[in-house]
C-alpha cells in the first residue's frame, strides 16, 4: 500500500507541476516575452548550425532565466498575497527576487554573445 501511495503522489506532483508550467506560460508576460526570445534564439541555433556543446550551454542559460522568473513570480504572488498594501519591506523583497531575474538574463546574454558573436564576425 505504501508504494502505490508513493507512486500516486508523485504522478500528483507532476501533473501540478504541469499545471503550473502552462499557467505560466499562459499568463505571465515576462515568461511569454522570454518564451519568444528563447525562440528566436532556438532558431538561431538551427540557423548558424551550432554545436551540441553550444546548445547545451543555451538550453542551460534559456531555463536558467525561464526558471528564475518563474520563482520570481511565486514570490511576487506571496507577497502580494500576504501583504496586498504597499510595504517597503515588501517592495524590497520583490525588488531582490527581480534583481535574481536580472542576474539570470545577464548570464544568458553573456552565454549568448559568446556562441553567436563568433557566427557574425
Not at 548558424?48 to 534559456?62: D, K, T, V
Amino acid at each position: 500500500m505504501k508504494k502505490e501511495n508513493f507512486i500516486v503522489g508523485r504522478i500528483k506532483s507532476i501533473k501540478y507541476a504541469f499545471a503550473g508550467f502552462f499557467l505560466l506560460i499562459r499568463t505571465e508576460h515576462a515568461i511569454i516575452s522570454q518564451l519568444i526570445i528563447a525562440g528566436v534564439f532556438t532558431g538561431m541555433g538551427f540557423y548558424f548550425g551550432i554545436s551540441r556543446e553550444e546548445w547545451i550551454w543555451q538550453i542551460l542559460a534559456i531555463g536558467l532565466v525561464l526558471g528564475t522568473e518563474s520563482l520570481n513570480t511565486a514570490i511576487e504572488k506571496i507577497c502580494d498575497f500576504i501583504h496586498p498594501e504597499y510595504h517597503q519591506n515588501i517592495g524590497t523583497i520583490k525588488d531582490v527576487a527581480s534583481g535574481a531575474v536580472t542576474f539570470s538574463a545577464l548570464t544568458a546574454l553573456a552565454v549568448g554573445a559568446l556562441i553567436y558573436i563568433p557566427y557574425f564576425l
